[in-house]
């Protein structure tokens, strides 16, 4: 089992950067491929970005490619999120997610995939 925190979250204004973190418990942080999901108020959760158990393989949400990128620290058990030209409906709350069950270089985007959540760490955009 692993646990999952998410740091990094606040309030910014559009076009800002914001760069969240997610810390992993356990010594097989490299067996699970990580995902970053988050929830918009009102709205269902959404897949945002996923990064494969080496780091090799990443999968973007169509809203947020260019804008966001993705990078894991095995040595760290930190997978991190980078958002750059953040925009008013980036405002959410983001999860870390971690799939063990997936195969090594497969990025999976529907939330059944993935076994471990954390918290969730609040990210709000002003216009």
């Known amino acids: 089992q692993v646990q999952l925190v998410e740091s990094g979250g606040g309030l910014v204004q559009a076009g800002d950067s914001l760069r969240l973190s997610c810390a992993a418990s356990?010594?097989?942080?490299?067996?699970?491929?990580m995902g970053w999901f988050r929830q918009a108020p009102g709205k269902q959760r959404e897949f945002v970005v996923g990064?494969?158990?080496?780091?090799?393989?990443?999968k973007f949400a169509d809203s947020v490619k260019g804008r966001f990128t993705i990078s894991r620290d095995n040595e760290k058990n930190t997978v991190y999120l980078q958002m750059n030209s953040l925009k008013p409906e980036d405002t959410a709350v983001y999860y870390c997610?971690?799939?063990?069950?997936?195969?090594?270089?497969?990025?999976?985007?529907?939330?059944?995939?993935?076994?471990?959540w954390g918290q969730g760490t609040q990210v709000a955009v002003s216009s």
């Open positions: 356990g010594r097989t942080f490299s067996s699970y491929a």
């Open positions: 990064i494969s158990r080496n780091g090799g393989i990443t």
């Open positions: 997610a971690a799939d063990q069950i997936s195969l090594p270089f497969v990025v999976m985007a529907s939330e059944p995939s993935y076994e471990y």
